[in-house]
């Protein structure tokens, strides 16, 4: 059932300048950047709607909407990636890394 309304946001200073930094830094992976971009617009104060956010930032409504919920109910971390289901990879990705293909030659 979809939210009638937005959760506010409302951002403490350190919070504010934890995502600031997440957005300018280059190491940042770009999904964890756009999720901190839409919580920075969230807060302003203007309070904009997430249809708004959504056309400002080039994503979806209710991208907006799932990402300020997590953020609203979890904070900082809940903008991280949650487990993927499934089984763990078999082999580890260092070894994978290192295992030379088949029908691939090495000079």
């Not at 901190?36 to 708004?52: F, K, Q, V």
């Not at 956010?53 to 979806?60: K, L, N």
Request: hydrophobic letters at 40%; aromatic letters at 2%; proline letters at 15%.
């Amino acid at each position: 059932m979809p939210v009638p309304v937005a959760p506010p946001i409302t951002l403490a200073a350190e919070d504010r300048r934890r995502l600031e930094v997440l957005v300018r830094a280059a190491s940042t992976p770009q999904a964890l950047a756009l999720r901190c971009r839409l919580i920075l617009r969230a807060a302003a104060p203007d309070r904009p709607t997430n249809g708004r956010i959504a056309a400002e930032v080039g994503c979806d409504r209710h991208t907006v909407g799932l990402w300020r919920c997590r953020f609203a109910a979890h904070g900082l971390p809940g903008l991280q990636d949650a487990p993927r289901p499934g089984r763990p990879p078999r082999v580890p990705p260092r070894a994978a890394r290192h295992r030379p293909r088949p029908g691939l030659r090495t000079a």
